[in-house]
Every structure is written in C-alpha cells, then in structure tokens.
C-alpha cells in the first residue's frame, strides 16, 4: 500500500513538472513570435524612416524649391514671362483635342475593317 501511495505521489510530482514545462515551451516560443513581428516591423520603420530622409533632402534641395515657386506661385526668373492661360480657353483647347481622337470601334468591328478593307 505504501509502494502504490509512493508511486501515486511521483506521479503527480511529474505531471506537474511536466505540465509547468510546457507552459515555459509555449511561453518561450510566444515570446519568439514577437520578437521576430517586433524586428520585421523595426525593419519596415527604417525603411520608412529611409524614405522620408531622401524625400526631404529632395525637398530641400534648391531645384525642387526653384519648381515649386514656379508651379504654385508663379514666380521666375529675371528675363522670364509668366504665361497664365484662362480656363475657358484651356477647357476649349482640351475639348478640340479629345475630339480629334480617331472613334473607337467594338473589336469585332475593327478586325472587319482589317480584313476587310
């Protein structure tokens, strides 16, 4: 009786040890899976971070500064003229240009007039 009681009591002394390891294991290997999600998304900030330094070294060279007070302000250079075309002879122009465009048949039609013409 005592040799059973004996053996019961490892029994259950190894399941418990049994049974806190792994919760450590999936613990450890969580653990893991953010460590490597914390370094992909370390990865995709630099990157970011990259990016935005050349964009702003483009942003501050004096071409880019030169192209924008052109475009947006309508400033230039000594010796320049600054044309400013009004809008309804802008949309005029644009509507004569889209309507020279040649029509587009159905394809059935185009073929037709490729073999047949």
Do not use: C
Not at 3 to 24: D, F, M, P, S
Not at 31 to 60: C, D, H, M, V
Not at 68 to 77: E, I, W
Request: positive net charge; without cysteine.
């Amino acid at each position: 009786m005592l040799k059973k009681l004996i053996y019961g009591v490892v029994i259950i002394i190894v399941l418990v040890i049994a049974y806190n390891l792994l919760i450590q294991i999936t613990q450890a290997i969580k653990s893991g899976e953010r460590l490597s999600e914390a370094t992909e998304q370390l990865y995709k900030l630099q990157a970011k971070n990259k990016e935005l330094k050349n964009k702003l070294s483009q942003i501050q060279s004096p071409d880019f500064i030169e192209q924008q007070a052109r475009d947006k302000l309508g400033l230039s250079k000594k010796g320049e003229t600054v044309v400013i075309i009004p809008e309804d002879k802008l949309k005029l122009i644009m509507e004569a240009s889209t309507s020279a465009q040649t029509p587009r048949f159905p394809n059935w039609q185009g073929w037709w007039r490729v073999f047949f013409r």
